[in-house]
C-alpha cells in the first residue's frame, strides 16, 4: 500500500499574549488506506476525523503547542483513541489551552514515529516555541515544518516563548542540510522546498525577524 500526504485546511483563531488573530491551518495526513497519523489537529476535530475516515488514527503529532494547531486535539482522540504526542519544552504552552489534560507521550529529537510505511523523524527546532519539532521523512522526500520554515523565511518570533536566533540556528543547523529536493510542507500557506528557501538565509539573518 503505498503511503500519502493529503493536506486538509481548518479555520480559527490564534491567541497569544492577549491578542487573537483569525487563521487558517494545515492539517497533515500520512498513511494509507488502513492507517493513518495527524500532524497538529487544527480547529476542527469533526472535519478531521471525517478525512480520517474509517482508517486507524495511531497518532496525533504536535509541531509545537500553539492552540491554533492543538486546539482539537483532545476531542480527536478521545473520538479516536490515538495518542497525542508533544515535546515536553512545550508543555507550559500546552497548559494554556488545555489546562486538564496532558499529552500522551513526549516526542524526543531522534524518534521516528511510524505509520502506514511512513518513519517521521523527528527533529527538534526550537525557536517559534520551545518545544517545535519538524517531522522529516526521507523516504518521501518531505519535511513537515509546523511553523518553523515557510515559504519565504522562518515563523514569527516576535512574541513570548519564541526567539529569532533560535530559530536561525533550528533551520540552518537542522533544515537546510537536508536535501535541497525535500518538500516543506508547512504549518499555514503554501509549501516549498529545501533548496528554495537555503539560498536565503543571509537574507534573513539580516532582516533579523
Not at 523516504?139 to 523565511?153: R, S
Not at 542540510?177 to 516543506?184: D, F, G, Y
Given at each position: ?73 483532545p ?17 507550559s504552552?500546552?497548559?494554556q ?73 533550528s ?30 538565509l ?8
Open positions: 500500500m503505498t503511503t500519502r500526504i493529503e493536506r486538509l485546511v481548518t479555520s480559527g483563531q490564534f491567541s497569544l499574549d492577549g491578542g487573537t488573530w483569525d487563521v487558517d491551518n494545515n492539517v497533515w495526513l500520512v498513511g494509507d488506506d488502513h492507517e493513518v497519523v495527524v500532524i497538529d489537529a487544527a480547529h476542527d476535530a469533526d472535519a478531521i476525523a471525517e478525512a480520517v475516515g474509517d482508517r486507524r488514527l495511531t497518532a496525533i503529532v504536535c509541531t509545537h503547542a500553539h492552540n491554533d494547531h492543538i486546539d482539537a486535539a476531542a480527536l482522540a478521545e473520538r479516536t483513541g490515538a495518542t497525542i504526542w508533544l515535546h515536553p519544552d512545550d508543555l504552552l500546552w497548559k489551552t488545555h489546562p486538564d489534560r496532558d499529552p500522551d507521550a513526549h516526542l524526543l529529537d531522534g524518534q521516528v514515529i511510524e505509520a502506514a510505511g511512513a518513519d517521521l523523524r523527528v527533529l527538534h527546532t526550537p525557536g517559534h516555541a520551545p518545544g517545535a519539532v519538524c517531522l522529516y521523512d526521507p523516504g518521501l522526500a518531505t519535511v513537515f515544518t509546523g511553523d518553523t520554515l515557510f515559504k519565504g523565511g522562518p515563523g514569527a518570533t516576535g512574541r513570548s516563548f519564541s526567539h529569532f536566533p533560535t530559530i536561525v540556528d533551520i540552518r543547523d537542522r533544515l537546510l542540510t537536508l536535501p535541497p529536493e525535500t518538500k516543506v510542507l508547512t504549518g499555514h500557506g503554501d509549501g516549498t522546498t529545501i533548496g528554495a528557501e537555503a539560498p536565503h543571509q537574507e534573513w539573518i539580516a532582516r533579523g525577524h
